[in-house]
């Protein structure tokens, strides 16, 4: 027994053997760690372990001994499913540059990932596992845990192994940290709870997700705007801007568009603003156009309701969803002003339209079939084709910047519609030849990726993830 623990020992390659030292007396873990790293398909580090089944919640304060050798230098707190190198595991790892992450692998053998916190060198850190997902809750001098961000669903089998760790990140020396007040509980069944909401951004390239912003409240369908820095989202009936790097969100200017749902956009040329607004004409889906950094919105759709969802890459023409007569189908219309023409005609909602950044395509989702599959069709409505082609429910496609990848949010087979606070998944497919990758797994649904959110550079997306946090967490 190692305090609360029950062993300790290096996991993967070192050429430092590891140690621990416990303090009963102060109920502290100083902990001795080598190891070249603790990511990509492998692991080198400390590990001091206890097996645990069910639901758990680890926390304790971190604090690095010395200035250290390398930056990267990590402390944990993890959930692990065995002691292999290459084990499923999550974590959430203080770097001693600051850096505060909740890492995982999510297969054996697969590469690690990890959730950026925009929280650097707390005090405190805690990782709980609920069900299938972990989370992580950072606190600063006051010892109050706020939210750290994202969540990731994993799966473990029973039992497996929760712990305190160190890696170097550099092989040739060995670094200390000191864990003290760690508690090591399990959760109690939570008698209600309080919905968070986390814009994100995630590198398509190694599927790394960074918080933008946290907060106790439903928010929705983020928008980049064509700088690269900032990025729009609703909220509350308006939308709001953030920067990407984080910071406070700002209330554009909307005048009487004041009940704003999630379906808005941005026009190519980055100066006007789509949004469909319900606070007008029996509290029906109106689309308007408004100036970008705010003002009286122009009425686009005669008829409601309607609700935006793409603009044609030559800023002439807006595609959206209507219904009309008790159906749901795809319809465009002059930015300028005219009539709405139907491109859907089949039995069944057709929703999320959204153009090719050739302007020769637009995607949409149909349940036609029988469920949510991807199409696509020429902008004049012709050709409509099937994309996807698989059990799950699939919505809102978003084409790359380049046009060479389509990203979308993927339900399970059993869920009709597209609901909030539901297991989905972004999902990305090469549309060279059809591959279908998962960017990640999330908590989510409506509101999550339901507009346009690529990058301007199309390296990343955003989107907004959900956590059900228990009360007085």
Not at 100 to 127: D, M
Not at 238 to 263: L, M
Request: hydrophobic residues 35%.
């Amino acid at each position: 027994m190692v305090g609360i623990f029950e062993g300790n020992e290096d996991v993967g390659t070192v050429l430092h053997p590891g140690s621990v030292e416990y303090d009963a007396a102060k109920g502290s873990y100083t902990i001795a760690g080598s190891g070249e790293n603790m990511w990509f398909a492998r692991d080198g580090f400390q590990f001091v372990w206890k097996k645990v089944s069910g639901d758990v919640t680890l926390m304790a304060d971190i604090s690095f001994i010395g200035k250290g050798v390398n930056e990267h230098r990590k402390a944990v707190l993890m959930v692990r499913q065995t002691l292999d190198a290459d084990s499923v595991y999550a974590d959430v790892a203080l770097h001693g540059s600051g850096l505060t992450s909740l890492q995982y692998r999510e297969e054996q053998g697969a590469a690690t990932h990890e959730i950026q916190a925009n929280v650097t060198a707390p005090k405190r850190v805690r990782i709980e596992k609920r069900s299938a997902y972990f989370a992580v809750s950072l606190a600063g001098a006051d010892d109050a845990f706020h939210l750290a961000g994202g969540s990731t669903r994993i799966a473990l089998k029973e039992p497996f192994y929760v712990g305190i760790g160190v890696c170097s990140h550099d092989k040739d020396v060995a670094e200390k940290a000191v864990f003290s007040n760690v508690e090591l509980k399990t959760p109690a069944v939570a008698s209600a709870t309080t919905l968070y909401g986390t814009l994100e951004t995630i590198t398509v390239a190694s599927t790394d997700r960074r918080v933008v912003y946290v907060a106790p409240q439903r928010f929705e369908a983020p928008n980049w705007m064509p700088d690269g820095k900032n990025l729009l989202f609703n909220r509350n009936g308006h939308i709001e801007k953030i920067p990407v790097a984080g910071g406070t969100p700002q209330v554009v200017d909307t005048g009487f568009a004041i009940r704003c749902n999630n379906d808005h956009g941005i026009s190519p040329d980055g100066t006007l603003l789509a949004i469909s607004d319900q606070s007008q004409e029996e509290h029906r889906s109106l689309v308007y156009i408004v100036p970008i950094g705010g003002g009286v919105p122009r009425r686009i759709t005669k008829n409601s309701p309607s609700y935006w969802h793409g603009w044609s890459p030559d800023g002439k023409t807006l595609a959206f969803v209507g219904q009309r007569n008790d159906d749901f189908d795809i319809y465009t219309i002059p930015v300028a002003g005219g009539e709405e023409t139907r491109l859907t005609t089949a039995k069944g909602l057709d929703d999320g339209p959204d153009y090719s950044p050739d302007g020769q395509f637009i995607y949409f989702n149909s349940e036609r079939t029988g469920h949510m599959q991807i199409w696509r069709m020429r902008a004049d409505g012709s050709e409509q084709e099937q994309v996807t082609f698989d059990e799950f429910n699939n919505w809102f496609p978003h084409i790359s910047p380049d046009g060479q990848q389509m990203v979308f949010l993927t339900y399970e087979a059993s869920v009709t519609g597209h609901p909030e606070n539901k297991d989905v998944m972004l999902r990305l497919m090469s549309l060279k030849d059809k591959k279908v990758t998962v960017l990640a797994k999330l908590f989510g649904g409506q509101g999550t990726i339901n507009v346009p959110s690529w990058s301007p550079d199309g390296k990343q997306l955003a989107f907004v993830s959900y956590q059900l946090v228990p009360d007085g967490k």
